[in-house]
């Protein structure tokens, strides 16, 4: 499978992406602060915004971050059934340590490592301390 990227010409301007920032509702910010802090520190990302309620993690200021938030309007986090959030790697090898990273941390296995169809997609599937849905994957 080819992948299609855009280049932008020009100083200064960056390669547009479509994801700006993930955001996934959690009921404990603390804990998950620490289960993201450790799982995303394996791919080099680090905090670059926070508040009492909000924490995002990113590799880069210009590539898209992943979020936790205790929701604005006061009501408990709930998961979205059919929601996931995919965070690309660039080995098997990779997928297979965040997988082992978050399930050392908590998270519930929802499918090991492994290739997924024929084209070349190597994933693993696991949901966070709030039962949100996540993978890490490769394309070989």
Not at 3 to 21: E, F, Q, S
Not at 26 to 52: C, H, P, Q, V, W
Not at 58 to 83: E, R, Y
Request: charged fraction near 20%; proline fraction near 5%.
């Amino acid at each position: 499978m080819e992948m299609c990227r855009v280049n932008v010409p020009g100083p200064g301007l960056r390669r547009l992406v479509m994801i700006g920032y993930v955001t996934l509702g959690t009921n404990d910010i603390k804990r998950a602060a620490a289960f993201y802090d450790a799982l995303l520190g394996e791919l080099g990302a680090s905090r670059f915004m926070e508040s009492e309620t909000f924490i995002a993690w990113t590799v880069s200021p210009t590539t898209p971050a992943i979020s936790v938030i205790k929701p604005n309007d006061g009501n408990p986090a709930t998961v979205g059934n059919g929601v996931m959030v995919a965070i690309s790697v660039d080995s098997t090898d990779k997928v297979d340590q965040l997988h082992a990273k978050a399930l050392e941390l908590g998270a519930k296995d929802e499918g090991a490592p492994g290739e997924r169809g024929d084209g070349g997609f190597y994933a693993g599937y696991f949901r966070d301390l709030d039962g949100n849905k996540l993978n890490a994957f490769c394309m070989q």
